[in-house]
């Protein structure tokens, strides 16, 4: 995190890149004749935003700094 009161110059600080990646999941019930249909029904309905995971349940999650336009190695946080 940046203070304010820290001259980057001085303090030999640099800006780094951080990503932080979390996987979600929450169940939702789809009516379908079969899986495949209950699949393109379920894509369908999240993509129009009716389908929403709130906030669901945390599967996963990593970070990983990028360094002068590299990414660095994905972590598990």
Known sequence: ??????????SGSRTFTVIIEET?????????????AA???AREL?????????PGE???ARICV???GELGVWEDV
């Open 1 to 10: 995190m940046a203070h304010d009161c820290e001259n980057s110059a001085t």
């Open 24 to 36: 979600v999941a929450q169940e939702f019930q789809v009516e379908a004749p079969n899986a495949e």
């Open 39 to 41: 699949a393109e029904t």
């Open 46 to 54: 999240y993509r129009t935003g009716e389908l929403v995971l709130c």
């Open 58 to 60: 945390l599967q996963s």
């Open 66 to 68: 990028a360094s002068e």
